[in-house]
């Protein structure tokens, strides 16, 4: 898939929009060959799919004056498909990929516009007589972007009582965090500061953190066996503290329309949140063994880790395992990543396994991280990284971690293995638009790499 490139931000808001409104001429013409519905018909064709939509929201998106959410997005373009069957197509139509491909597009490009539309002139340079774009000095910095370097910048934080995880909000403006001095921090991901108070509430670790997908709200979860949904507006709690695992929660995560999460702790919980003020367990815990957090593909397929190298993948909402396990590692499998469309998973030991979702096979030879574990991975958003934080573990000593990356386009290593923290880094975060990689280590440093426009070959 193309990138956008980086430039000034009229250019960067120019291009989002032309884009945009090029896709809601494609929207609309999908409309036209199969039977011209109507905002109301399109919005109750989507009901009936489980997906409500507005017809405001509908008549937005075809008009170009708005970017919804992919699940939103994906939704209309299913509807439309199928809609003189009267229908809804299934998520595994085959036509679903290119719009897909074509959300992924216009959403790092207006990640991209809004990052320009925010950066500050870093150097205080803009009026220099020779800083047409910026600056001379930033004018280096792009270049050396461009050429393919790599800049990691100062520790953004220090002195947080060890950090256990790290998020990016949907939209990049923020980053929330997890860490042992039972808070969690959101921080201003232009500025690099904090923005606001710590959440406080936890009496424990906080071990993990997600963004709901509209943005407005903030999971934590805890080893005080808890997990809490902040409001990230107010900075204050939606609903009383979930309860229901009898141990430390480890893992949040929003389904793709925001209706459900799933925390994880020795098992696995799902909760409604059709009343966000009422969270509602969904059936029983289920799940065990789990030896690495779980991951939740785009689709809604869960994929989890467990002992003898064995990897499943779920039905959350049924909460019941699909097909035989895939077992191709000789050791406990310690991550699971999804690929940004859904029809990739990556599992690793102390080397990655590559797996067709669709098939169950493996897609390529298993790719090496020198006999080191593998603590988190993750694909980069429009899905040409993979990242992997690892580290050598013998007895109860860890030496530092390093994060390695790879060109999914070739599976090759990019450069060469990126330190930066001492002990443990079990946190880690690609921005919505790709270009910024962060991790956060028990030795309390949260680091923020800016990567390439485009991977290394």
Known sequence: MMQPTAGTSPAGRGVFEGELRAAAAELRRLKAEHGSPTGKEIAARATRGGRPLSESGISGTLKGRDLPGLDYYMTIVRVLLTYETGQIATRQHKDLAAWRERWQRLQALKEQAKIDRKAPDPFGLGSHPMAPSGGLAEQVVLAALRRGEYLQLLPTASATGGMWAVAFSPDGSLMATGHGAKTAQLWDTVTQQKAGAPLLGHTDVVCTVAFSPNGRLLATGSQDETVRLWDIASRTLVADPLKGHGDSVTTVLFSADGRHLITVGRTIRLWDLAEVTQPRKAGKPWASSLTAQPALSCTGLLATGHPNGVAHLWDPIE??????????????????????????????????????????????????????RVSTMSFSPDGRVLAAVSGHIEGEEVDDHVVRLWDTATWSEIEAPLGGHTGVVDAAAFSPDSRLYATGGYDGLLRVRILPSAPMS
């Open 319 to 372: 909460q019941k395992k699909l097909g035989e396990p895939l077992r191709g590692h000789a050791e406990e499998v310690s991550a699971v990543a999804f690929s940004p469309d859904g029809q990739l998973l990556a599992t690793s030991s102390h080397d990655i396994q590559l797996w067709s979702v669709h098939s169950r096979e493996m897609i390529h030879e298993p790719l090496n991280c020198e006999k080191d």
